[in-house]
């Protein structure tokens, strides 16, 4: 078998057959079918990357006056955006950046009226006699 025919295992590195089922050096087991075709969702829901995902949900709600949610999906976005950084075959890049960027912005003016809000509370209630 020439070193053509071989590929290394994906856990442990060692050079294998490259239509072998299973490595004999560390046991693990894989389907090369699968690695090539990817995911039944074709790569639309990054699902190995949870704070991408938390950070797009939460992006999008919040559009609703609910200024810590903004927040999360700000921090989870990051979060997201470096577990793609480390790890490039989980994905959701793009799902990370509308929870930063939504989260960000939504947080920010939920945050703003939230204080002005009290604010003029405060003021409109200490003003009167």
Same mark, same amino acid.
């Given at each position: 078998?020439?070193?053509?025919?071989?590929?290394?295992?994906?856990?442990? @590195? #060692?050079?294998?057959?490259?239509? $072998?089922?299973?490595?004999?050096?560390?046991?693990?087991? %894989?389907? $090369?079918? /699968?690695?090539?075709?990817?995911?039944?969702?074709? @790569?639309?829901?990054?699902?190995?990357?949870?704070?991408?995902?938390?950070?797009?949900?939460?992006?999008?709600?919040?559009?609703?006056?609910? %200024?810590?949610?903004?927040?999360?999906? %700000?921090?989870?976005?990051?979060?997201?955006? /470096? /577990?793609?950084? #480390? #790890?490039?075959?989980?994905?959701?890049?793009?799902? $990370?950046?509308?929870?930063?960027?939504? @989260?960000?912005? %939504?947080?920010?003016?939920?945050?703003?009226?939230?204080?002005?809000?009290?604010?003029?509370?405060?003021?409109?209630? $200490?003003?009167?006699?």
């Amino acid at each position: 078998m020439s070193s053509d025919d071989r590929k290394p295992c994906p856990v442990c @590195g #060692e050079a294998i057959a490259a239509s $072998a089922r299973k490595c004999r050096f560390c046991g693990e087991e %894989f389907d $090369a079918d /699968k690695e090539e075709k990817g995911d039944s969702t074709g @790569g639309l829901i990054p699902y190995k990357n949870a704070p991408a995902l938390i950070a797009y949900y939460c992006g999008l709600f919040s559009i609703f006056p609910c %200024f810590p949610l903004g927040w999360v999906a %700000f921090i989870m976005g990051i979060k997201g955006l /470096k /577990k793609v950084k #480390e #790890e490039p075959q989980v994905r959701g890049t793009v799902h $990370a950046w509308i929870g930063v960027i939504m @989260g960000g912005l %939504f947080g920010l003016i939920w945050t703003l009226g939230t204080i002005g809000t009290i604010a003029i509370l405060f003021f409109g209630l $200490a003003s009167r006699p």
